[in-house]
């Protein structure tokens, strides 16, 4: 494992951290075997989340008797002061510690949100307060637009110590800004580096991204110990060859811009379609020719794709902008 500084916070910090998303599919035991092979692997930072469902509490359990080997990062959808401060505490709770490295305002995106969370009665001030407390150790942001990305790393710089924002290979938008972390020396951090799923070759996927001087760390998700060792595997990977940068292209023209993270923001759905499960098959279909399988899990939804009523309700909540009802008619095509 190779370490580095992470930003402002000085914090040493391996170049890859686990994301915490996956642990929501696993259990307890499960969760202790992912956080055994990252002890065995050198990986010393976890990224979880309030909204991550179980995630908190799992890691929490699994981390008594060895918090301090880690660098435990959290962040909450709470855009003011209570909120945050109520929010903080539960982290708290759930992950069984007295102090959490990192506290982050997760998914920022509106001038009203940014307005709420940095003004008067704002989550940023029950940060600083449960930072002069001792309760966390440093302020950070996550981000999924550009706009709230630029506004981050110009406007609140004094005030924010990392960015969280998607890089991988399909989406190279934010590289830009990140040369920008860097001069500030403001940390940046790669969120989902698989592209939610859609990246086949983890180490590919990986070295891609750890070969980027800007980017500080990555935190694929991870939800069992194979992936862990997989996505350690590409620190010592080496430098992108000539074969890797062709297989990175190619990725790039099959996979355009227009696909879903499976972030999961878009929820819920009105007629109860589960949107991005609606993708991952349509893609099984379309990718790696598993027609059969994918059509089967398709058809065992209850609602899929036609049942779209086209309100438009989720498009306002997709971080990504991404026209899903349009997205929703080709996969019904696609499925018939
Ligand atoms: S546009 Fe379709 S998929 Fe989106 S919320 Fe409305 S019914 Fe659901
Ligand atoms: S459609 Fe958008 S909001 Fe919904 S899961 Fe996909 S990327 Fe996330």
């Given at each position: 494992m190779k370490y580095t500084t992470l930003g402002k916070t000085g914090l040493n910090v391996s170049v890859v951290g686990l994301g915490g998303i996956p642990i929501q599919r696993t259990d307890v035991e499960g969760t202790r075997k992912v956080i055994d092979a990252c002890v065995e692997c050198g990986v010393n930072y976890i990224d979880t989340a309030r909204g991550y469902t179980v995630s908190e509490e799992y890691l929490g359990e699994v981390l008594e008797?060895?918090?301090?080997k880690f660098i435990l990062a959290t962040k909450t959808m709470a855009r003011d002061y209570d909120g945050m401060k109520a929010d903080i505490e539960k982290s708290l709770k759930n992950l069984r510690t007295n102090y959490i490295d990192l506290y982050q305002i997760h998914n920022i995106k509106t001038d009203a949100e940014f307005d709420t969370c940095?003004?008067?009665?704002?989550?940023y001030k029950a940060l600083l307060e449960a930072k002069a407390e001792g309760k966390i150790g440093h302020i950070g942001a996550t981000a999924h637009g550009l706009e709230a990305f630029e506004r981050l790393i110009t406007e609140f710089e004094d005030k924010i110590e990392t960015i969280m924002f998607p890089f991988n290979i399909v989406e190279s938008q934010g590289l830009e800004l990140m040369k920008k972390c860097t001069e500030k020396n403001i940390a940046f951090i790669a969120m989902k580096p698989m592209a939610g799923g859609n990246l086949e070759d983890g180490t590919l996927a990986m070295k891609y991204i750890l070969n980027n001087p800007d980017c500080t760390i990555a935190i694929p998700g991870m939800g069992d110990a194979k992936e862990v060792y997989e996505n350690c595997a590409a620190v010592d990977a080496g430098e992108l060859n000539e074969e890797d940068k062709a297989a990175c292209q190619k990725i790039i023209s099959e996979l355009g811009k227009n696909f879903c993270r499976r972030c999961g923001y878009c929820a819920p759905c009105p007629q109860g379609i589960n949107i991005p499960s609606n993708f991952l098959f349509a893609n099984y279909l379309r990718h790696y020719g598993l027609a059969e399988w994918a059509k089967g899990r398709y058809y065992s939804m209850e609602k899929t794709a036609k049942d779209c009523i086209k309100c438009g309700v989720c498009e306002t909540r997709c971080p990504y902008e991404l026209p899903i009802r349009e997205m929703l008619v080709k996969v019904a095509e696609d499925m018939k």
């Open positions: 008797g060895r918090r301090d940095f003004g008067e009665n704002g989550a």
